[in-house]
């Protein structure tokens, strides 16, 4: 199980004037414990039913199907094209599950319409022997909407008969373009269920169906994201994490000035995971012109050499998330290779040096009054990672109800979508 690490926001640690006093943070999570039954309460309704993705196991059978069935046709590249919740949760999973270096069947996100980066991958990769995951709840979407029609020309070009069999569709089951196209040209597709919400669908066929056809265990993603919401469905105010971490943020910004919250895995795998945060965050509590603290996605130990200074040192107005692995798959070690000057290294672990780096710099920040929480994760697996999904899901659905703001809808993004419609059309 995860685990919430929070002394380092409470008064006793950081002093009153930044900290948190133990006993109000109690008292306050105490008073919003309905607030968790109320979403689970809301499963069936717009939004909330991010909360019954771990229960799908047809989909999971619907994917075993789909993996075994596309293992003759040995694609080189799984190619998706979707962009903003269709996309940042697949490259999340990537980066934890599949590591830093391309493995076949390699997994490439394309998530931008920038000409010189899309012609950059399509014209290195072998495109008739790539499967193309067009993913887009709404099906109408301009990127991918875009990047399919690229890719199609693409494929007429070289097998004008069968080129569907290169694409798999993942969507709405009912409205929107990409069905309607899938459907006129006997396209595979995936249902993305109506009422979960794009930043909310990593657990759906949305996150699932790429990173299987990859090789990662989905089974595991979906299993984690179930023992978590089992967790927080089960515990005390004081110990739902859920509910601690949304009260702890929403208290800081409120009450603190901490309008800006970093979120910094000690893990290279777990980078994107706040790359993914960042859009659940933004686009959920930033609204009604007051409302919404800035996130940030910082990694350590790299950051500690480029951002640190000014978390540090520079205004207090930021909560920091750290994201700490207890231990990792594998483990270099020193010999006793180093000169005498910095021989305190070693003989040591590589994951003693960065836990180390993790701890210098949580308690330097304490020392300065800068809150900071800690997420410990047993490992980054398939489990762990589903859990933590479901953690900041959860975490970002209570969050709204604190700041009394619609944290499905996304206003702000649509207004944008529609005057670029009218600008091209
Ligand atoms: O959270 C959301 O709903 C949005 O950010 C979408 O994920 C993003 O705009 C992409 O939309 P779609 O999946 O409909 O193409």
Same mark, same amino acid.
């Given at each position: =199980?995860?685990h919430?690490?929070?002394?380092?926001?409470?008064k006793k640690?950081i002093?009153?004037r930044?900290?948190i006093?133990?006993? %109000?943070?109690?008292?306050?999570c105490?008073?919003k414990k309905?607030?968790?039954?109320?979403a689970?309460r809301?499963?069936k309704k717009i939004?909330?039913?991010?909360?019954?993705?771990?229960?799908?196991?047809?989909l999971?059978?619907?994917?075993?199907?789909l993996?075994?069935?596309?293992?003759?046709?040995?694609w080189?590249?799984?190619?998706?094209l979707?962009?903003?919740g269709?996309?940042?949760?697949?490259?999340a999973?990537k980066r934890?599950?599949?590591?830093p270096?391309?493995?076949?069947?390699?997994l490439?996100v394309?998530?931008?319409?920038?000409?010189?980066?899309?012609?950059?991958?399509?014209?290195?990769?072998?495109i008739s022997?790539s499967?193309?995951v067009?993913? @887009?709840k709404?099906?109408?979407?301009?990127?991918?909407m875009v990047l399919?029609?690229i890719?199609?020309?693409?494929?007429?070009?070289?097998?004008p008969?069968n080129?569907?069999?290169?694409?798999?569709?993942?969507?709405?089951p009912?409205?929107?373009?990409?069905?309607k196209?899938?459907?006129?040209?006997?396209?595979?597709m995936?249902?993305?269920p109506?009422k979960v919400?794009?930043?909310?669908s990593?657990? @759906?066929s949305?996150g699932?169906v790429?990173?299987?056809?990859a090789?990662?265990d989905?089974g595991?993603?979906?299993?984690?994201?179930?023992?978590?919401?089992?967790?927080?469905?089960s515990?005390?105010p004081e110990?739902n994490p859920a509910?601690i971490l949304?009260a702890?943020q929403?208290?800081?910004?409120?009450?603190?000035?901490k309008? =800006?919250?970093?979120? =910094?895995?000690?893990?290279?795998s777990l %980078?994107?995971v706040?790359a993914w945060?960042?859009q659940?965050l933004?686009?959920?509590?930033?609204?009604n012109i007051?409302?919404g603290p800035?996130?940030?996605?910082?990694?350590?130990t790299?950051?500690?050499?480029s951002?640190?200074?000014?978390?540090n040192?520079g205004?207090n107005?930021k909560?920091?998330v750290?994201l700490?692995?207890?231990?990792?798959a @594998?483990?270099?070690?020193? *010999?006793?290779?180093l000169?005498k000057?910095?021989?305190?290294?070693n003989?040591?672990?590589?994951?003693?040096i960065i836990d180390?780096?993790y701890t210098g710099?949580?308690?330097?920040l304490a020392?300065? *009054?800068r809150?900071?929480?800690t997420i410990?994760?047993?490992?980054?697996?398939a489990r762990h990672?589903? =859990?933590?999904?479901m953690? %900041?899901? %959860?975490q970002?659905?209570?969050?709204g109800?604190?700041?009394k703001?619609?944290?499905?809808?996304?206003?702000?993004?649509e207004?944008g979508?529609l005057?670029?419609k009218?600008?091209?059309?």
């Amino acid at each position: =199980m995860l685990h919430l690490n929070y002394t380092n926001i409470l008064k006793k640690s950081i002093g009153s004037r930044h900290g948190i006093g133990d006993k %109000f943070l109690v008292n306050f999570c105490d008073k919003k414990k309905s607030f968790v039954k109320d979403a689970l309460r809301n499963k069936k309704k717009i939004g909330y039913d991010f909360l019954n993705l771990p229960d799908d196991n047809a989909l999971l059978r619907k994917i075993k199907k789909l993996t075994a069935d596309h293992s003759k046709n040995n694609w080189q590249n799984i190619v998706v094209l979707g962009i903003g919740g269709s996309s940042l949760g697949v490259s999340a999973i990537k980066r934890a599950l599949l590591g830093p270096l391309v493995k076949k069947p390699s997994l490439i996100v394309i998530d931008n319409i920038d000409p010189d980066y899309v012609n950059g991958i399509l014209s290195k990769i072998n495109i008739s022997k790539s499967l193309f995951v067009v993913i @887009s709840k709404s099906g109408t979407t301009t990127e991918p909407m875009v990047l399919y029609g690229i890719v199609k020309q693409k494929l007429i070009e070289k097998h004008p008969k069968n080129y569907q069999k290169n694409f798999i569709f993942i969507t709405d089951p009912k409205k929107g373009l990409l069905r309607k196209i899938g459907k006129k040209e006997g396209v595979t597709m995936f249902d993305i269920p109506p009422k979960v919400g794009g930043r909310f669908s990593v657990l @759906s066929s949305a996150g699932l169906v790429p990173v299987a056809l990859a090789g990662v265990d989905v089974g595991g993603l979906l299993k984690g994201g179930r023992t978590m919401r089992e967790a927080i469905k089960s515990s005390n105010p004081e110990t739902n994490p859920a509910l601690i971490l949304a009260a702890i943020q929403f208290l800081s910004d409120k009450k603190k000035g901490k309008n =800006m919250t970093v979120v =910094m895995p000690y893990s290279s795998s777990l %980078f994107k995971v706040g790359a993914w945060y960042r859009q659940l965050l933004s686009e959920s509590i930033g609204k009604n012109i007051k409302t919404g603290p800035t996130p940030i996605a910082a990694l350590g130990t790299t950051d500690q050499h480029s951002q640190l200074q000014l978390y540090n040192d520079g205004p207090n107005n930021k909560l920091i998330v750290f994201l700490r692995v207890l231990k990792h798959a @594998s483990d270099p070690q020193l *010999s006793d290779i180093l000169p005498k000057e910095i021989g305190f290294l070693n003989g040591k672990k590589l994951s003693q040096i960065i836990d180390a780096s993790y701890t210098g710099t949580s308690e330097s920040l304490a020392k300065n *009054s800068r809150p900071n929480v800690t997420i410990e994760i047993p490992k980054v697996d398939a489990r762990h990672l589903g =859990m933590l999904f479901m953690l %900041f899901e %959860f975490q970002i659905a209570l969050l709204g109800m604190l700041y009394k703001v619609d944290a499905f809808n996304q206003p702000g993004v649509e207004e944008g979508k529609l005057i670029t419609k009218k600008l091209l059309s």
